[in-house]
């Protein structure tokens, strides 16, 4: 019903500036929401940043908030996460997901019904 694709992944130094977008297509719901995960390898998927598509109200993980910061294109269709000052520890698959019934802080991945394929940030120190 939704689709995302990510993009805008790679490689950058430590302190470096990476901006991820993800394209949203497909029916979508009235109070839905885009959020933003990565997993790095063996690690439990982690929450990063939502963002209300309805009234682009935005929430952060504690640990990213100060140098991440995530936004939306309606125009676009696109929600945007910049990641500055990056840290060898950011590196990840960031994946992109929709919540069809998104609330403020939505931050379990069991709550984000549509995913997807995910994008590689590599930090090198």
């Known amino acids: 019903q939704v689709h995302l694709v990510e993009s805008g992944g790679g490689l950058v130094q430590a302190g470096g500036s990476l901006r991820l977008s993800c394209a949203v297509s497909?029916?979508?719901?009235?109070?839905?929401?885009v959020g933003w995960f990565r997993q790095a390898p063996g690690k439990e998927r982690e929450f990063v940043a939502a963002v209300s598509w309805s009234d682009g109200s935005t929430y952060y993980s504690d640990s990213q908030k100060g140098r991440f910061t995530i936004s939306r294109d309606n125009a676009k269709n696109t929600v945007y996460l910049q990641m500055n000052s990056l840290k060898p520890e950011d590196t990840a698959v960031y994946y992109c997901?929709?919540?069809?019934?998104?609330?403020?802080?939505?931050?379990?991945?069991?709550?984000?019904?549509?995913w997807g394929q995910g994008t590689q940030v590599t930090v090198s120190s």
């Open positions: 997901a929709c919540a069809a019934r998104y609330y403020s802080g939505t931050a379990r991945p069991n709550e984000y019904n549509y």
């Open positions: 497909g029916r979508t719901f009235s109070r839905y929401g």
